[in-house]
């Protein structure tokens, strides 16, 4: 077996083309999924049955199901029904691109909504009766207390999941497009050198989940300014 | 010490009938008996299928028996190098990585692809000598198989179609239902037995004529053999194109397709 270095300096340009793409996937599936998860967690907190149920049941299905399976679902099940080819829909479901969007948003919406759950349980209880004592209202508790310190809790979960979403992207190459890994199963495809191409794949993948570490840990360090002096 | 007696015997007798013109050895033939429609069992658990067909012309025009051995494709080289039996039928194609290992006769299948798509559109894609209009590709999406030979065709030949990857050939029928891509191209006697022919395939049918250029498809599918038997090949070759000038081939095809899948030019001398 010999590793051919020319092949992974001649591959990670090409590899680097999908980048766009990448990111376009994981960053619009990111902010579509957190507000989707912040809606989720509103719906579970109301403590009005109709609301949370739905709320536990859409959890409970994207979190059981394996996100290669809700992508296959999404694009090749859905167009089965004439119902959806001729909704408004069908221009984004059509293109893989919208499709892959969707099923990342959805799962990723999932997860986050019990992150941020987690981090809105996590909230001391000696300061939010602090603040019932100082007279906010049930609304100003959560904006100006609850929220912030939640957001604080959530932040290492949630920069897990991010991590988590952006390999996720990577399955997008099931359905034709042509991300980083599209394109390096096209190499291979041609190559015959699975080993080369994939492994200089994975020290790209390695290379953005460090950047996302980072910036996270940053990100925490402000949001904890008040905490550690 | 009765192993060699008996290995004596195989190579004298090898020798014996190897000069003479008709042998009485039984030609073993390797196929995977699981690829259908080109060699697969019948229900009656009979050989049956293309490849089975073109293998027992030959056998009668050469005037050899046949034995037949199911050996699984990946193995199928090394079987046959191993001496497990003496001629691949197997819809192989004949291609410049295998004939480093093997020999191969002439070709008695094509290596195609065909463009497939909604019957009633009229996209005006090729003129009348078969030739593409490549202006007329110009933004039209095509789902192809990743690294296929149908790739390397477009890619070459009409690079202003869209080109649409897919791993494997059912998502592009489906695809194809869906919208998703204006055509696919693909084999088209698999996609007649898999798709076209199926409730699904309905509204749709090539609207290419066979393209197999063998500069992007090779040159088809023959028969392997072991490197070396010039006299075998010889007789293989004669063998085939009989079978293609006496019509039998297309005879074997229409079995199972609409239409021939060999090239009658392949008969001529």
């Known amino acids: ?229 | 010490m009765k192993l060699s007696t008996l290995k004596f015997l195989a190579t004298a007798s090898v020798v014996l009938f190897a000069s003479g013109s008709v042998s009485a050895e039984p030609l073993r033939v390797g196929m995977e008996c699981t690829y259908a429609p080109f060699n697969y069992r019948t229900a009656d658990g009979e050989l049956a299928g293309y490849d089975v067909d073109v293998a027992k012309g030959v056998a009668e025009i050469i005037g050899a028996e046949l034995e037949f051995v199911c050996q699984q494709w990946d193995g199928m080289i090394p079987a046959l190098l191993a001496n497990k039996f003496d001629l691949i039928i197997a819809s192989m194609s004949i291609t410049d990585t295998r004939l480093e290992k093997i020999d191969f006769s002439g070709p008695y299948r094509d290596s195609v692809g065909r463009l497939i798509g909604r019957s009633d559109a009229d996209l005006n894609l090729f003129d009348d000598s078969g030739e593409p209009i490549a202006a007329n590709f110009a933004g039209l999406r095509v789902g192809l198989e990743r690294a296929s030979t149908y790739e390397n065709w477009f890619n070459a030949v009409l690079p202003d179609a869209e080109i649409v990857l897919y791993d494997g050939s059912e998502p592009l029928y489906l695809d194809l239902q869906n919208g998703r891509v204006d055509m696919i191209m693909t084999n088209p006697m698999k996609a007649q037995l898999r798709f076209l022919s199926e409730e699904a395939g309905g509204e749709f049918g090539f609207v290419s004529p066979a393209i197999s250029e063998v500069e992007y498809f090779g040159i088809g599918v023959g028969i392997g053999l072991r490197q070396g038997q010039d006299e075998l090949k010889e007789r293989l070759n004669g063998a085939i194109k009989e079978l293609i000038n006496n019509g039998s081939l297309t005879e074997y095809a229409l079995k199972i397709f609409p239409f021939p899948i060999h090239n009658p030019a392949w008969g001529d001398s």
């Open chain 1, 1 to 229: 077996m010999n590793f051919d270095f020319s092949l992974v300096t001649d591959s990670i340009p090409k590899m680097l083309v999908g980048v766009g793409l990448t990111f376009q996937l994981m960053f619009l599936s990111a902010i579509i999924g957190l507000v989707l998860a912040v809606v989720l967690l509103l719906m579970r907190l109301s403590g009005k049955w109709y609301l949370g149920w739905p709320a536990q049941v859409f959890i409970y299905v994207f979190r059981g199901t394996p996100i290669l399976v809700q992508i296959f679902i999404i694009y090749y099940g859905l167009p089965q029904f004439e119902a959806v080819r001729d909704s408004i829909f069908w221009p984004i479901l059509r293109e893989p691109f919208g499709s892959a969007v969707l099923a990342l948003s959805l799962n990723t919406g999932a997860y986050v909504s019990e992150i941020l759950r987690g981090g809105v349980l996590g909230v001391d209880r000696g300061v939010l009766e602090a603040a019932k004592a100082l007279g906010l209202s049930a609304r100003q508790k959560f904006i100006y207390i609850t929220a912030p310190i939640a957001t604080r809790l959530a932040i290492p979960a949630y920069s897990n999941d991010f991590i988590s979403l952006m390999k996720a992207t990577s399955l997008a190459s099931t359905i034709t497009l042509m991300d980083m890994t599209g394109i390096a199963r096209t190499i291979v495809a041609k190559t015959f050198a699975p080993y080369e191409i994939f492994i200089s794949l994975a020290i790209i993948y390695m290379i953005f989940t460090f950047i996302i570490q980072k910036a996270f840990g940053r990100f925490e360090r402000y949001m904890s300014k008040y905490v550690n002096p």
